[in-house]
């Protein structure tokens, strides 16, 4: 962030000799532009990609380990990540994830994720009025809070009836989806999944089909309720 700041200033060498200095409004709009060039400049890097009573999720970014609101972490990474800890050196994969305990601590040295991370004191999640396993997902991670699945869907196929509870949701490919019960071709930029991004989805339960002719790939983090 500091080296793309000390970039933004070079640029801004070339209208130096136009600013008027001994105007306050030169001097103004001089700063201004500068913030703006170094918000531009650090494009989504290190920001807070969503946040509720349950999770804080960070792109590219962590919270800090001493802030003891927090407690599981997930990686989730969205090109090559590499991950130092006690436990582990690895390299993860687009669409691979990390685990991490309340008291495991890591270090991100290269790569583009979104780091997940659990609020200890959230409230109890929801689910739907009634459990239907989705099929065609492959579950990778599961403990007594939450699990997580690569949830994929090959282009023009359907999962048929199935249930979600409160979950984060990773979206990785462009695809379109639809309930085919009510919108049997999708309706105009409708059901889009724009990769790179997160959401937090409610319960529920439908069909979905995927219209585009390229995999559904989405991250799924999905809490256990009672």
Not at 51 to 79: C, P, Q, W, Y
Request: glycine share 6%; with cysteine; proline share 5%.
């Amino acid at each position: 962030m500091l080296f793309k700041c000390l970039c933004a200033i070079f640029m801004m060498k070339n209208i130096e000799s136009k600013t008027n200095f001994n105007s306050p409004l030169g001097l103004r709009g001089l700063f201004i532009l500068f913030l703006f060039t170094c918000s531009f400049a650090s494009g989504q890097s290190d920001s807070v990609a969503l946040e509720n009573e349950f999770v804080k999720v960070m792109r590219h970014s962590s919270v800090g380990f001493t802030d003891t609101k927090f407690g599981t972490r997930v990686i989730v990474a969205l090109s090559d990540t590499k991950i130092k800890s006690k436990k582990t050196n690895k390299i993860l994969k687009r669409g691979e994830v990390a685990v991490f305990q309340k008291d495991e601590k890591y270090k991100i040295t290269t790569g583009d994720f979104f780091e997940v991370v659990f609020k200890l004191n959230h409230p109890a999640p929801k689910g739907p009025t009634e459990w239907i396993e989705p099929q065609k997902n492959t579950i990778v991670y599961e403990d007594n809070e939450f699990r997580i699945f690569e949830e994929r869907l090959e282009g023009g196929d359907t999962r048929e009836l199935h249930s979600h509870a409160q979950r984060v949701v990773v979206r990785l490919n462009e695809v379109q989806l639809t309930d085919p019960r009510f919108k049997p071709n999708g309706s105009p930029g409708g059901g889009i999944q724009v990769p790179n991004t997160v959401r937090f989805a409610e319960p529920m339960i439908h069909v979905v089909k995927n219209l585009s002719k390229i995999p559904l790939f989405n991250i799924i983090i999905e809490f256990k309720y009672k």
